[in-house]
């Protein structure tokens, strides 16, 4: 069916900045399985945690979810480094399997916690700006999207320059290039391992703060941006920052168009067939570094 | 009081003897107990919280009026089972309560689980009361153990339908194009299919049909479809999240159709919504489940509730009318014995008025409630008003929405 193309323009330029966020999702998974080589399960119930400290933040402090966003982010660096410090390195025993099996944990734990503390409620605020549009053109684009749009590329940038220009960014590269030889130089891999789990961590806290104000929470939600986030990792490149944040934009799109065409309930296809078609034609995804 | 009402009707079914006795509760009695099923975690909690707010208030209503006086006053106790918002939660939950030796199940909420919950049930002869489910499938089955003290989807849409007209009608028919939204599971789909075979006939053109996932994260392409196709109406069918999303996302994209007419919508005759996003829900109308705002203990109740910082949803009246309906059919039975219940909750008649539902003379036919009928409402001025039947309507449907 034909849609008029003010329609499709709006389609794709909501795709783009939900793929954003989306991507800023990925980011922080794609952190992770870049340097410490592992698959962080726990991505989802973390994202989630996040997004109930920003519900916090506004609700019981009053603070709006825009400003909570970098204290927030300092906060879940800190945790997400303690986590890996405490629980997931100890708890490995150098064994990749079984970061698996303790990520996978964390996250039932952490879930659990949220559904004891939250109940299983859904959750929104009631912000005031959350259905104020921006105009473009012909298109009425929602005012968080925009925000979460120009947020991620800020974070982006961000990351960018941390990775290029600080000394922290070049052993992070040491380390996820040569594990050893970043040890036999003196870098204190574990700590390294520590700060880009916080890192990535961060990411999440930021795109909870950026999601919050237009959409929900429930000790559940992070599933479904996870699901999404690691398409978005296969497709970017495992491990690739700017393929995280490039496929994410393709994915937001994806899913907007197919679902203005094939309808809400259909619209997550489009998503999956692109990971099965990327997994079958370029199993390194599109800035994959590694084969 | 209610007291000698009960007294009156127990006469009329020849359990005189057993009422006689003192109707002083004695410690003995050994209480009843009844299970209550609602889903309070997953996607369904706040209608399965707000179900089991209206047994609770129930069962503490009747044991403070001394119990089933049939049974020596015995008290009701609850057994409180989740069913997890899913089928295989309410079956379990049935399992549970079948140890514990219910005499009755009352609950369930979505369509699905009462299907599953009553079947399970069914095994041992356990009567279940459904509270809101409304899949017309659930009394179809020749479950004798079944009941549905309110109204089936059949006779929700078909009231929808003819109140739909009759208010387009009155308006001078300023509608004919129309979008219908569903969420694509057991409840939304078979509506929208009803909705398309039905709605032609009265003169109304479909112009799309447009299936949602729950949960949703985001309306934005339905808001876009609608706006490209420039509905007159829009009617919706979802649950709470889904359509307060639509509703906010709809304003949002400045999309205002002449009318939002929503049939057993989750959210347009809840209040959390009316409160939380007045603008978005101004003026929507629904055909849903609603108390009878005629009779005092409906206000009663309601001040219960919000006395408890809960909102006011039909899930809290429905529960609270259903569990009467259980311990009405207690006191006509005499005893807690699962056959005797079945057999006395399928002889209700008109004397049952202990609920406070908008329904005529109860009268069950294979466990339907032939009585149970819906009421149309509209979000007035931070309001759910009662539009339809015009006969206890406290309010002026506002039609067609302009500006």
């Given at each position: 069916m034909g849609f008029p193309p003010e329609i499709i323009l709006e389609a794709v330029l909501n795709g783009l900045l939900t793929g954003a966020v989306y991507g800023l999702v990925a980011l922080g998974l794609t952190l992770v399985y870049g340097v410490l080589h592992i698959i962080n399960f726990a991505h989802g119930a973390l994202l989630t945690a996040a997004m109930y400290g920003a519900y916090v933040a506004r609700t019981a402090l009053g603070i709006d979810p825009y400003v909570a966003a970098l204290p927030l982010a300092a906060l879940f660096f800190l945790l997400g480094y303690a986590v890996q410090r405490l629980v997931i390195g100890p708890a490995s025993r150098g064994k990749d399997e079984n970061i698996l099996l303790v990520t996978l944990g964390l996250s039932i734990v952490i879930e659990n916690l949220m559904l004891a503390v939250f109940r299983s409620d859904t959750r929104s605020i009631d912000a005031p700006y959350a259905m104020d549009v921006v105009e473009f053109g012909p298109a009425l684009l929602?005012?968080?999207?925009?925000?979460?749009?120009?947020?991620?590329?800020?974070?982006?940038?961000?990351?960018?320059?941390?990775?290029?220009?600080?000394?922290?960014?070049?052993?992070?590269?040491?380390?996820?290039?040569?594990?050893?030889?970043?040890?036999?130089?003196?870098?204190?891999?574990?700590?390294?391992?520590?700060?880009?789990?916080?890192?990535?961590?961060?990411?999440?806290?930021?795109?909870?703060?950026?999601l919050l104000p237009s959409f929900y929470v429930s000790p559940r939600v992070g599933n479904a941006f996870v699901l999404v986030a690691f398409t978005i990792v296969v497709l970017g490149g495992m491990g690739s920052v700017v393929g995280a944040l490039l496929g994410g934009l393709i994915i937001g799109v994806v899913e907007s168009l197919s679902g203005l065409y094939l309808g809400e309930s259909l619209g997550q296809i489009g998503i999956f067939l692109i990971f099965i078609l990327v997994l079958l034609v370029r199993p390194t995804g599109l800035f994959g570094a590694r084969a | 009081m209610a007291k000698f009402e009960v007294a009156r009707r127990s006469l009329v079914f020849g359990v005189a003897g057993v009422l006689?006795?003192?109707?002083?509760?004695?410690?003995?009695?050994?209480?009843?107990?009844?299970?209550?099923?609602?889903?309070?975690?997953?996607?369904?909690?706040?209608?399965?919280?707000?179900?089991?707010?209206?047994?609770?208030?129930?069962?503490?209503?009747?044991?403070?009026?001394?119990?089933?006086?049939?049974?020596?006053?015995?008290?009701?106790?609850?057994?409180?089972?989740?069913?997890?918002?899913?089928?295989?939660?309410?079956v379990s939950e049935v399992e549970k309560m079948q140890a514990e030796g219910v005499v009755a199940i009352v609950g369930g909420f979505a369509s699905p689980i009462c299907l599953a919950a009553s079947q399970a049930a069914s095994r041992y002869d356990l009567p279940y009361v459904v509270d809101v489910g409304v899949s017309d499938q659930i009394v179809s089955r020749g479950l004798a153990n079944t009941f549905r003290f309110g109204p089936g989807f059949g006779v929700v849409t078909s009231a929808a339908l003819d109140n739909l007209v009759a208010l387009n009608d009155a308006a001078g028919k300023p509608s004919r194009t129309v979008v219908i939204v569903h969420e694509d599971g057991l409840f939304g789909s078979g509506m929208a299919r009803l909705l398309n075979a039905e709605l032609p006939k009265r003169g109304f053109?479909?112009?799309?049909?447009?299936?949602?996932?729950?949960?949703?994260?985001?309306?934005?392409?339905?808001?876009?479809?609608?706006?490209?196709?420039?509905?007159?109406?829009?009617?919706?069918?979802?649950?709470?999240?889904?359509?307060?999303?639509?509703?906010?996302?709809?304003?949002?994209?400045?999309?205002?159709?002449?009318?939002?007419?929503?049939?057993?919508?989750?959210?347009?005759?809840?209040?959390?919504?009316?409160?939380?996003?007045?603008?978005?829900?101004?003026?929507?109308?629904?055909?849903?489940?609603?108390?009878?705002?005629?009779?005092?203990?409906?206000?009663?109740?309601?001040?219960?509730?919000?006395?408890?910082?809960?909102?006011?949803?039909?899930?809290?009246?429905?529960?609270?009318?259903?569990?009467?309906?259980?311990?009405?059919?207690?006191?006509?039975?005499?005893?807690?014995?699962?056959?005797?219940?079945?057999?006395?909750?399928?002889?209700?008649?008109?004397?049952?008025?202990?609920?406070i539902m908008p329904y005529g003379p109860t009268r069950f036919v294979n466990g339907q409630n032939q009585a149970g009928a819906p009421v149309n409402t509209q979000v007035q001025n931070n309001d759910i008003k009662v539009i339809f039947p015009r006969d206890f309507a406290d309010a002026q449907p506002v039609y067609p929405v302009t500006g």
């Amino acid at each position: 069916m034909g849609f008029p193309p003010e329609i499709i323009l709006e389609a794709v330029l909501n795709g783009l900045l939900t793929g954003a966020v989306y991507g800023l999702v990925a980011l922080g998974l794609t952190l992770v399985y870049g340097v410490l080589h592992i698959i962080n399960f726990a991505h989802g119930a973390l994202l989630t945690a996040a997004m109930y400290g920003a519900y916090v933040a506004r609700t019981a402090l009053g603070i709006d979810p825009y400003v909570a966003a970098l204290p927030l982010a300092a906060l879940f660096f800190l945790l997400g480094y303690a986590v890996q410090r405490l629980v997931i390195g100890p708890a490995s025993r150098g064994k990749d399997e079984n970061i698996l099996l303790v990520t996978l944990g964390l996250s039932i734990v952490i879930e659990n916690l949220m559904l004891a503390v939250f109940r299983s409620d859904t959750r929104s605020i009631d912000a005031p700006y959350a259905m104020d549009v921006v105009e473009f053109g012909p298109a009425l684009l929602g005012y968080p999207r925009v925000v979460g749009f120009g947020a991620t590329i800020l974070v982006g940038i961000a990351l960018y320059l941390l990775m290029t220009r600080t000394a922290t960014g070049k052993a992070i590269r040491a380390v996820a290039k040569e594990r050893t030889g970043a040890a036999l130089v003196g870098i204190d891999v574990a700590h390294i391992y520590a700060v880009t789990f916080g890192i990535g961590t961060a990411c999440l806290a930021i795109a909870a703060a950026l999601l919050l104000p237009s959409f929900y929470v429930s000790p559940r939600v992070g599933n479904a941006f996870v699901l999404v986030a690691f398409t978005i990792v296969v497709l970017g490149g495992m491990g690739s920052v700017v393929g995280a944040l490039l496929g994410g934009l393709i994915i937001g799109v994806v899913e907007s168009l197919s679902g203005l065409y094939l309808g809400e309930s259909l619209g997550q296809i489009g998503i999956f067939l692109i990971f099965i078609l990327v997994l079958l034609v370029r199993p390194t995804g599109l800035f994959g570094a590694r084969a | 009081m209610a007291k000698f009402e009960v007294a009156r009707r127990s006469l009329v079914f020849g359990v005189a003897g057993v009422l006689a006795a003192p109707a002083l509760p004695r410690a003995q009695a050994p209480a009843v107990k009844l299970g209550i099923l609602q889903p309070v975690t997953g996607a369904l909690s706040q209608d399965g919280e707000h179900g089991r707010l209206g047994a609770e208030l129930a069962i503490n209503e009747i044991n403070a009026g001394g119990g089933i006086r049939a049974l020596g006053g015995a008290r009701i106790e609850m057994v409180f089972g989740d069913a997890r918002s899913n089928p295989e939660g309410g079956v379990s939950e049935v399992e549970k309560m079948q140890a514990e030796g219910v005499v009755a199940i009352v609950g369930g909420f979505a369509s699905p689980i009462c299907l599953a919950a009553s079947q399970a049930a069914s095994r041992y002869d356990l009567p279940y009361v459904v509270d809101v489910g409304v899949s017309d499938q659930i009394v179809s089955r020749g479950l004798a153990n079944t009941f549905r003290f309110g109204p089936g989807f059949g006779v929700v849409t078909s009231a929808a339908l003819d109140n739909l007209v009759a208010l387009n009608d009155a308006a001078g028919k300023p509608s004919r194009t129309v979008v219908i939204v569903h969420e694509d599971g057991l409840f939304g789909s078979g509506m929208a299919r009803l909705l398309n075979a039905e709605l032609p006939k009265r003169g109304f053109e479909v112009l799309e049909t447009i299936a949602h996932p729950t949960p949703a994260r985001d309306m934005n392409n339905v808001a876009l479809r609608i706006r490209s196709l420039r509905p007159d109406l829009v009617i919706p069918s979802s649950y709470y999240a889904e359509f307060v999303l639509l509703a906010r996302t709809m304003q949002q994209q400045r999309i205002r159709p002449k009318g939002i007419y929503c049939v057993l919508n989750g959210a347009a005759s809840n209040y959390r919504f009316v409160r939380e996003f007045p603008d978005a829900a101004n003026l929507v109308m629904d055909c849903n489940h609603w108390p009878d705002p005629r009779k005092p203990k409906t206000a009663e109740l309601r001040q219960q509730v919000e006395a408890q910082n809960r909102f006011w949803l039909y899930n809290t009246p429905m529960n609270y009318s259903a569990v009467m309906l259980v311990a009405d059919a207690l006191e006509r039975a005499g005893r807690a014995d699962r056959a005797a219940v079945i057999q006395a909750l399928a002889a209700t008649d008109g004397a049952f008025t202990k609920h406070i539902m908008p329904y005529g003379p109860t009268r069950f036919v294979n466990g339907q409630n032939q009585a149970g009928a819906p009421v149309n409402t509209q979000v007035q001025n931070n309001d759910i008003k009662v539009i339809f039947p015009r006969d206890f309507a406290d309010a002026q449907p506002v039609y067609p929405v302009t500006g």
